[in-house]
Nanobody, 121 residues
Framework: QVQVAESGGGLVQPGGSLRLSCAASGFIFSVYARAWYRQAPGKQRELVAV???????YYSDSVKGRFTISRDNGKDTVVLQMNNLTPEDTAVYYCNVRGKERSYTAVTDFWGRGTQVIVSS
């Protein structure tokens, strides 16, 4: 069974940096993309960044130029480097892995439980 786990959240001052990591365990036949989402209190979950299997990336406008997503396919991990953080970045950050467990199964979104990021002075 595929499991996804995030780490690296915490409390940071405005202007600071944090590095989030996400590891997927269990066999995945094919991974199409890895992504980070976030959900702030009272708001809907939103996409932050995506790295596709071909290496292309996408960032939301709110984090472009400040966040960097990267992957290590050999370790099945994805990292979100977050710089110049602001209080508006405060949220629970979720890792998402989109793929197929087996060649004959449907494409599935695998989610972690989230890690809290608080940006405050």
């Amino acid at each position: 069974q595929v499991q996804v786990a995030e780490s690296g959240g915490g409390l940071v001052q405005p202007g600071g940096s944090l590095r989030l990591s996400c590891a997927a365990s269990g066999f995945i036949f094919s991974v199409y993309a890895r992504a980070w989402y976030r959900q702030a209190p009272g708001k809907q979950r939103e996409l932050v960044a995506v790295v596709n299997n071909d290496g292309t990336t996408y960032y939301s406008d709110s984090v472009k130029g400040r966040f960097t997503i990267s992957r290590d396919n050999g370790k099945d991990t994805v990292v979100l480097q977050m710089n110049n953080l602001t209080p508006e970045d405060t949220a629970v950050y979720y890792c998402n892995v989109r793929g197929k467990e087996r060649s004959y199964t449907a494409v599935t979104d695998f989610w972690g439980r989230g890690t809290q990021v608080i940006v405050s002075s």
